[in-house]
């Protein structure tokens, strides 16, 4: 698998875990959770995985397009 694949796959994941832990706390089984600490969970899990990544694939996309 090439990292766009990685990427995609990790972000579909990482949106799939968002919403259904926003329904379980509409739902009243998160606790004490909020909206909030659950979708910055989100972004931070985001941010971790794949701004290096994603990085990586732009950069490596801009290279190619270049020297071609």
Known sequence: MKNKD???WLKLIIV???VV???LKW???MGSATITEIWQVAGFAYAISLGTMDFN???DNFRENKND
């Open 16 to 18: 799939v875990f968002a």
């Open 57 to 59: 694939i732009c950069k």
């Open 21 to 23: 832990a926003s329904v």
């Open 6 to 8: 990685y990427s995609k």
């Open 27 to 29: 739902l009243g089984f």
